[in-house]
């Protein structure tokens, strides 16, 4: 079981920073993978980057260059910068994690955050 808490999220102008942080409980060694997600309203949930236990990374095209996905004391921590941000960066950043491999292959994800706010003005 592994329980995930999100924090970080706020208001800010466009072009600005935020750094999101996702302290992750319980059975921490067993993650294999953990991710950032976001939705918006009227829209669906959309992955924004993950990170698995080799380190590789992924992101979304959208936000390739300005987010950085990384984690300090690999599978406690998760954070997300966020950096040049843009009035449709604005939706509800949700962690998740998943200790089985197969299912980070397949991009499952089966814990998750209540997730943190962004809202970015223009």
């Known amino acids: 079981q592994v329980h995930l808490v999100e924090s970080g999220g706020g208001s800010v102008q466009s072009g600005g920073s935020l750094r999101l942080s996702c302290a992750a409980t319980?059975?921490?060694?067993?993650?294999?993978?953990m991710g950032w997600f976001r939705q918006a309203p009227g829209k669906e949930r959309e992955g924004v980057a993950t990170w698995d236990e080799n380190g590789r990374t992924t992101y979304a095209d959208s936000v390739k260059g300005r987010f950085t996905i990384s984690t300090d004391n690999p599978r406690n921590t998760l954070y997300l910068q966020m950096n040049s941000l843009k009035p449709e960066d604005t939706a509800l950043y949700l962690c998740?994690?998943?200790?089985?491999?197969?299912?980070?292959?397949?991009?499952?994800?089966?814990?998750w955050g209540q997730g943190t706010q962004v809202t970015v003005s223009s």
């Open positions: 998740a994690a998943e200790v089985k491999t197969q299912n980070c292959r397949a991009g499952r994800f089966g814990s």
């Open positions: 319980g059975d921490t060694y067993k993650i294999d993978c």
